[in-house]
């Protein structure tokens, strides 16, 4: 008798609702990882559920930089040096092209009562408004150095 109603239960728990996903298991996205998040990029009431009960997990690789990629923080594939002199240089040249206006080109510094929340909110719909600008940020990859070099001393070998 015992066994049957374990059995059964086991049954109900397959076929049936979970109650931290709140929908059939046959719709569920068990094959993701990641606890479902809002429109804003918040872990859901949800999503906070899937976490507790194990269905899910936060990866820190999962989250996106919230503004313009290219003031992002810098990446550990990334030299600190160069990335802050492509990415001044690219401010510079966009400014001096008129891709971006003036007061595009750099973090906003509207009002310091702002959240920083808000300022990487406003920061990414600057960002997706732009049309077109030059990015040389690649060029802090050491990969890329790497390849630039090689190609210098080849060209200068032949020339």
Not at 40 to 48: A, L
Not at 106 to 116: C, F, N, P
Request: aromatic fraction near 10%.
């Amino acid at each position: 008798e015992e066994t049957r109603k374990t059995s059964w239960f086991r049954v109900l728990r397959v076929f049936g609702r979970d109650d931290a996903n709140d929908q059939p298991k046959s719709f569920d996205n068990s094959w993701s990882t990641t606890p479902e998040r809002g429109p804003d990029g918040k872990i859901t009431d949800r999503g906070r559920k899937q976490i507790a009960v194990g269905l899910r997990k936060c990866n820190p690789l999962d989250v996106h930089y919230i503004g313009d990629p290219m003031l992002s923080r810098v990446k550990s594939y990334e030299i600190g040096a160069l990335v802050d002199l492509t990415v001044g240089l690219s401010n510079y040249l966009n400014t001096k092209l008129g891709l971006v206006p003036a007061d595009d080109s750099a973090v906003s510094k509207e009002g310091d009562d702002m959240d920083v929340r808000q300022k990487l909110f406003l920061e990414m719909q600057r960002y997706k408004n732009t049309i077109f600008r030059i990015n040389l940020r690649f060029l802090a990859d050491p990969r890329n150095v790497i390849l630039l070099s090689i190609i210098f001393w080849f060209v200068r070998r032949v020339y």
